[in-house]
């Protein structure tokens, strides 16, 4: 008799739930390879080593790894600067290099680092991952599939430097492909409302798009119509072997001289800040989505997912982290345990074996609608409106964020940073955070508001629980302003500590400011160890 913590104890759920993540996954791993400047296998390959070895390894139940549409960008500037696809074996280096620095973030117990980062800037990150996709996407739509570095002179490519140029493009469509991405784009939105969805829900609107663009390219193809896309560049291209030691030929291995390259090491070192960021908020979403409410360790998962970046950098695949929407599919289709997980990638695997022939059938402009859709769920405008209402202090690091990211990454204002946008605008979201947090403390000390006090009255300050040097500044403000023949209360009932700094300002207050200006003072809360009481200098309120 099996046991209830069995892997194989719930096999009537996790493989139809398997089998739905799979079909959300084909289209996906395909498309973010090519979103990334990637060979399709790569990205097939990173989907089943998240199955297999990341399933594995991870305490989560549910949680399902992959490529990620929000690395694409990332390993789109890390291809190009480390020599493009002829270099691939540097670009693997890295991603093996970031494997190895997330199993030691696992090991020394980091895996609350996410924690430590404002929401606002890690939704800032999301944001701008979702406008660099669908910006480098645009040009797949027209059928311009040449390599995109991502860049805005790429989005609206012109030849010879006439900004009448830019009318180029609309000479050159692919009228097939257009066609394609533009009713992928449509089926998708009305699959996800239709009737069809509710009869038919383990079906995604991916796969339904993908299959919608094989089929009318193979009409068009027999019937010979001018809309037929036959040019290789406009379809998937992944290698067909005859045999197996042929298709073990076509794995790819790291250049392993790049361990002592700064830039692999500089790029391993941001894969695997940006790959563990996004799968530490993709473990919390899902554990919040499993109905047993089951927890993950962060410090497992880490480890989980650096073994499987580092093996999928030895082989050949792009980086892999957690991946919310293939999870979301695994809890909604009813899983119990990671044995969906692995069962999908089991059939990813069967699929690159078996069918590669059919895979290579699927346009570009399918997957570049899929692709667009990703990137608007995660920058559609009720985003900035939920961050511009949430107030300046949540906007400002959130919009601060995007602004620097898109900037380097897709504007290019200064191309020696190309590929590096996501980590500076980190960055930049964490520096705009701090300033917002110091703005406030500075404020949020204590509660006083000049303009309502008259020469007379009687002025309450009460102390916030934390006073440190950084209010300094406006409580010497606040005290030196302080109107003639007022009585002042200082009030630290509810303090628990107050810079020595701090102390020193309320001290040199009560022995000359209250003397010199007849002010009563009255001084509450403060703890012995303090050493601050009213003297025969402060006039007594009493």
């Known amino acids: 008799m099996k046991s209830k913590n069995s892997l194989f104890a719930n096999l009537k759920y996790d493989l139809p739930a398997g089998l739905v993540v799979f079909l959300v996954a084909l289209p996906l791993c395909i498309a973010i390879a090519v979103a990334s400047g990637a060979t399709p296998f790569s990205g097939l390959i990173a989907g089943i080593i998240g199955g297999l070895v990341v399933g594995s390894l991870s305490n989560s139940p549910l949680s399902v790894s992959g490529p990620a549409a929000g690395l694409a960008t990332l390993v789109s500037g890390a291809i190009i600067a480390l020599g493009g696809l002829e270099s691939y074996g540097l670009f693997l280096c890295a991603v093996m290099l970031a494997g190895l620095i997330q199993i030691v973030l696992g090991v020394l117990k980091l895996g ?57 493009p609309l000479q050159k469509i692919e009228v097939g492909v257009v066609i394609i991405s533009l009713l992928s784009i449509l089926i998708m939105v009305v699959w996800d409302k239709s009737p069809l969805k509710k009869k038919l829900p383990y079906i995604p609107s991916a796969l339904v798009a993908v299959i919608l663009g094989i089929v009318l390219n193979q009409i068009w193809i027999g019937a010979s119509s001018s809309l037929q896309i036959v040019e290789e560049s406009h379809l998937i291209k992944l290698p067909v072997a005859q045999n197996a030691q042929e298709f073990f030929g076509f794995f790819t291995f790291p250049d392993f001289s790049g361990l002592v390259n700064g830039t692999v090491i500089m790029y391993g070192f941001i894969i695997a800040i940006i790959a563990s960021l996004e799968t530490l908020l993709s473990i919390e979403a899902i554990d919040n989505l499993d109905p047993q409410r089951r927890l993950t360790s962060t410090n497992r998962e880490l480890i989980a997912q650096g073994a499987g970046n580092t093996v999928s950098g030895l082989i050949g695949g792009l980086p892999i982290t957690s991946v919310i929407v293939r999870s979301s599919a695994n809890v909604n289709a009813g899983a119990k345990t990671k044995l969906s997980a692995i069962f999908h990638a089991a059939l990813l695997l069967v699929t690159v074996i078996l069918i590669p022939g059919i895979l290579n059938m699927i346009p570009k402009g399918a997957l570049a609608a899929i692709l667009i859709l990703t990137g608007w769920k995660l920058a559609k405008p009720s985003v900035f409106k939920g961050f511009w209402d949430a107030g300046k202090y949540q906007f400002i690091p959130f919009i601060v964020t995007v602004l620097v990211i898109i900037a380097v990454d897709l504007i290019a204002i200064v191309p020696a940073l190309s590929g590096k946008g996501l980590i500076i605008g980190v960055l930049a979201g964490i520096i705009a955070a701090i300033g917002a947090i110091l703005h406030g403390n500075l404020k949020n000390s204590y509660f006083f508001h000049s303009e309502k006090h008259k020469e007379g009255d009687t002025i309450n300050i009460k102390l916030s629980e934390e006073v440190s040097f950084l209010n300094k500044a406006a409580i010497r403000q606040t005290l030196d302003h302080m109107p003639e023949n007022s009585s002042v209360v200082i009030d630290a009932s509810n303090t628990r500590y107050i810079d020595y700094d701090v102390l020193g300002l309320i001290k040199e207050f009560r022995d000359i400011k209250v003397p010199l200006k007849n002010i009563k003072l009255q001084l509450i809360g403060f703890k012995e160890v303090y050493k601050i009481e009213n003297t025969q200098s402060v006039q007594s309120l009493h």
């Open 112 to 168: 609350g680092i996410a924690n430590y980062i404002p929401s606002s800037v890690i939704k800032g990150l999301l944001t701008s991952i979702g406008i660099l996709i669908i910006a480098k996407q645009i040009p797949h739509i027209f059928g311009r599939d040449k390599d995109e570095k991502g860049h805005l002179i790429d989005i609206i490519p012109f030849e010879g430097g006439d900004w009448h140029e830019l009318l180029i």
